[in-house]
Structure formats: C-alpha cells, structure tokens
C-alpha cells in the first residue's frame, strides 16, 4: 500500500524502482486513515476484534454452509459466546442463510437468532429474516446468543 499522495507515494525522494501506480493518490494509507469506511480501517477493527473476543481467540471453530462456493462462513463458540464470520468471496452480491439449530447455537430456530448483535461488517452488509447479505467481497461479524444465556 502507498503511504500518502507525496511524490513516488511517499516512499520516497529517489526515483522508485517499481512504477507507482495512478492510484496512489487516492488508495494509501494517509488517506485511508481519515476515511472510518476504508479498508486499512476495516481490516484494523477486525485485528482489534480478534484480539479481544473470547470466541474469536480461544472458540471452537464451527464450519457453516459448507456447500456455498461464494460465501465462506464459519461460528466460533466459546463457552456461552458464539460469533459467526461470513465472507463474500465473489465480485457479486450474496445471501447466505445459516442453520444453527443442529449446530446448538441458536434457540431450536432454523434461522440466525434474532438477538444478532453486530460486532463489525463490511459496508452493505446486513442480517434480516435469518439470511444475511453481503456486498461484493464483503465482510459480517456477529455474536449470536445462546440458549443458557438468555433471560
């Protein structure tokens, strides 16, 4: 990734041995860092995330939907915390649904628990009436409620 919009990307005075790229000047990371939409920023908030959730550093991990060629998706559970990942791997906007009940992740509902709490997602992403969807390359990480953790 370039470093700013300078000359030669910021990397350098000196004529770089590699081309710099036309688009220098909007993808680095200076400007990438005052736009809280950016990729650097995402891919910052998953790191964050990776390093402080339960589920996400010691979880089992769970595959989902094996049989999706465009969406990869798994849960990580860790004692009463699942989160579940889903990954748009395609150029074209997906849906995947997932089944929780015979994994015991979710109430006995074949859909994604309506307590979904949104930890972080792509721009685009979203979860309704148990299916979320997911932009071009897009990204969706939520923590889904237990049975024995409710009230």
């Known amino acids: 990734m370039q470093w700013s919009s300078a000359a030669n990307a910021g990397f350098s005075d000196a004529k770089p041995w590699l081309p710099v ?20 920023n995402l891919y910052k908030k998953v790191l964050a995330l990776r390093h402080t959730n339960p589920a996400l550093l010691e979880g089992d991990y769970i595959a989902l939907n094996e049989d999706d060629p465009n969406v990869m998706s798994y849960a990580r559970s860790y004692k009463n915390e699942t989160v579940i990942v889903a990954l748009n791997m395609s150029a074209a906007p997906q849906k995947a649904t997932f089944d929780l009940s015979d994994k015991r992740l979710s109430s006995g509902s074949s859909a994604i628990d309506p307590t979904l709490k949104i930890l972080v997602s792509s721009k685009g992403a979203s979860a309704q009436g148990g299916a979320v969807t997911l932009e071009p390359y897009g990204l969706f990480i939520a923590e889904v409620s237990r049975p024995e953790s409710r009230q």
């Open 21 to 40: 790229p036309p688009s220098y000047k909007t993808h680095n990371v200076e400007h990438e860092t005052k736009d809280p939409n950016s990729v650097l």
